[in-house]
């Protein structure tokens, strides 16, 4: 059943083949969450224009996501991967295993890549039962805006034609690094954003208990994170180097760091990379 006004019930009937099968030319999201709001926004941002059909078991983000970025929702899944050239796999890890049991007697394309954190390519092969060539990501929300990361691991032999397929629909979103599976847990508990937007509140949060009102203490905070480390990026002094330019001996900023340490800092960030490899360790055995 439709839910009441959801625009796919008004949507033209996709485009058929010469045999009147639906053309398999679509770009197929499973999945209307977060990562695939992100991802949609920065292909659109990039001028993306292969078609693009997502689904998902809630009308209500279908609608969002249809109203937002213009892309065909649809909520039958046979449907959705009728369309299929290229499929995403973006939900959920403890959801992976039932949903492609779900899709066990449907057709799929060729070429498909999980989204989802710690699930591995075996597994994935093994849980949809049918010749697909698999891949794995890990984007960043980041990716909205053009300046994600996105690592990539590929199954052996998985065709070069669809590997370079993969890094082009990626690198419309930002930076691609292609890495083995077996380093996947360790960057994906790296490299997530939300340690910057985590930074950020604690360091803001710390200057204003100084005295510091909202707004200021965010403007200084977020220069001292965001900018300090885009002057690394872009330029080609070490890390080692600009720490030192950063924090003279015995000044502000050295016993500031210095307090830190002391205080545990290292140990509680290790501390945490750990406990987040663990969680992704948990989603491999599904």
Same mark, same amino acid.
């Given at each position: 059943?439709?839910?009441?006004?959801?625009?796919?019930?008004?949507?033209?009937?996709? #485009?058929?083949?010469?045999?009147?099968?639906?053309?398999?030319?679509?770009? +197929?999201?499973?999945?209307?969450? !977060?990562?695939?709001?992100?991802?949609?926004?920065?292909?659109?941002?990039?001028?993306?224009?292969?078609?693009? /059909?997502?689904?998902?078991?809630? =009308?209500?983000?279908?609608?969002?996501?249809?109203?937002?970025?213009? +892309?065909?929702?649809?909520?039958?899944?046979?449907?959705?991967?009728?369309?299929?050239?290229?499929?995403?796999?973006? +939900?959920?890890?403890?959801?992976?295993?039932?949903?492609? #049991?779900?899709?066990?007697?449907?057709?799929?394309?060729?070429?498909?890549?999980?989204?989802?954190?710690?699930?591995?390519?075996?597994? $994935?092969?093994?849980?949809?039962?049918?010749?697909?060539?698999?891949?794995?990501?890990?984007?960043? =929300?980041?990716?909205?805006?053009? !300046?994600?990361?996105?690592?990539?691991?590929?199954?052996?032999?998985? =065709?070069?034609?669809? !590997?370079?397929?993969?890094?082009?629909?990626?690198?419309? +979103?930002?930076?691609?690094?292609?890495?083995?599976?077996? #380093?996947?847990?360790?960057?994906?508990?790296?490299?997530?954003?939300?340690?910057?937007?985590?930074?950020?509140?604690?360091?803001?949060?710390?200057?204003?208990?100084?005295?510091?009102?909202?707004?200021?203490?965010?403007?200084?905070?977020?220069?001292?994170?965001?900018?300090?480390?885009?002057?690394?990026?872009?330029?080609?002094?070490?890390?080692?180097?600009? $720490?030192?330019?950063?924090?003279? =001996?015995?000044?502000?900023?050295?016993?500031?760091?210095?307090?830190?340490?002391?205080?545990?800092?290292?140990?509680? /960030?290790?501390?945490?990379?750990?406990?987040?490899?663990?969680?992704?360790?948990?989603?491999?055995?599904?």
């Amino acid at each position: 059943m439709k839910a009441a006004g959801m625009t796919v019930a008004r949507k033209p009937p996709p #485009k058929r083949s010469l045999d009147g099968a639906p053309r398999k030319n679509a770009t +197929v999201f499973l999945g209307g969450g !977060r990562i695939t709001g992100a991802l949609l926004a920065g292909l659109r941002l990039a001028g993306y224009d292969r078609p693009i /059909v997502v689904h998902d078991r809630h =009308p209500g983000k279908l609608r969002q996501l249809n109203r937002q970025y213009g +892309v065909t929702v649809e909520p039958n899944l046979r449907r959705a991967l009728e369309r299929a050239h290229f499929l995403i796999l973006a +939900v959920r890890p403890d959801s992976v295993r039932e949903l492609l #049991k779900q899709t066990k007697e449907i057709p799929h394309p060729e070429i498909a890549v999980s989204l989802a954190a710690g699930v591995r390519l075996a597994n $994935l092969r093994a849980w949809m039962g049918q010749p697909v060539h698999w891949a794995r990501a890990m984007p960043s =929300p980041v990716g909205r805006s053009g !300046r994600g990361l996105t690592a990539v691991t590929f199954e052996r032999n998985f =065709p070069a034609a669809a !590997r370079r397929e993969v890094r082009d629909l990626f690198v419309r +979103v930002g930076s691609v690094l292609e890495i083995s599976e077996n #380093k996947f847990d360790a960057f994906t508990v790296t490299y997530s954003s939300s340690h910057g937007y985590h930074a950020l509140a604690a360091l803001a949060g710390a200057a204003e208990e100084l005295g510091l009102d909202r707004k200021t203490a965010l403007a200084a905070a977020a220069h001292a994170l965001a900018d300090g480390i885009l002057a690394w990026r872009e330029g080609n002094i070490s890390l080692n180097d600009l $720490l030192r330019e950063a924090a003279t =001996p015995g000044g502000i900023a050295a016993t500031t760091m210095t307090s830190m340490d002391k205080s545990g800092y290292k140990r509680i /960030v290790q501390r945490g990379l750990r406990a987040g490899m663990s969680r992704a360790r948990g989603n491999a055995d599904g």
